[in-house]
């Protein structure tokens, strides 16, 4: 009778301390927040906002225009900066993005903006396109520090993509 109910005892422990807090078997959906239209003012040399987290209707509107890029810095290196001399990006209406790499036009196409948590571990618009060569991007709109529009990838080990805006 003894071993019976050191048995029973440790069968019991066992299903205690195997349990598991319930966790849902599918993420959890997450709902952007609801926002009105915002028209932000010209882009000033001295301005500094943060981007990131925020509505969507002020993430593109700061970005409507052509923005030259200039380097990216970071990913797998993380000390890396690599120079383009000759590549721009312009953002217009209906959410249409063109990329010109040294004068070919190598995307043309329109974002998806995609809210859910992105690699930083928060929860804000993602921009994913695919481009000529059905390369699927996605980015992180992070801030615009003084004249410079910073981007990082939505990935593990981000690269930082610095542009200016150009005429």
Request: with cysteine; net charge neutral; aromatic share 12%.
């Amino acid at each position: 009778m003894r071993t019976k109910l050191i048995l029973l005892g440790a069968f019991v422990f066992s299903l205690l301390a195997c349990s598991k807090p319930n966790e849902p078997l599918v993420p959890e959906i997450v709902q952007p927040p609801v926002t009105t239209p915002v028209t932000p003012p010209p882009i000033d040399p001295r301005l500094n906002i943060d981007l990131h987290g925020q509505p969507l209707a002020l993430i593109q509107q700061y970005l409507k225009g052509n923005w030259k890029l200039n380097f990216t810095k970071g990913g797998i290196c993380g000390v890396c900066m690599t120079n383009y001399p000759s590549y721009f990006w312009n953002f217009s209406e209906g959410d249409k993005i063109q990329l010109v790499y040294n004068n070919n036009i190598v995307t043309d196409t329109v974002i998806t903006w995609v809210y859910r948590k992105d690699v930083f571990g928060v929860n804000s618009y993602v921009m994913d396109f695919t481009d000529r060569r059905d390369y699927p991007n996605g980015y992180v709109v992070s801030k615009i520090k003084n004249d410079t529009l910073i981007l990082y990838d939505d990935a593990s080990d981000p690269a930082g993509y610095y542009l200016t805006k150009s005429p």
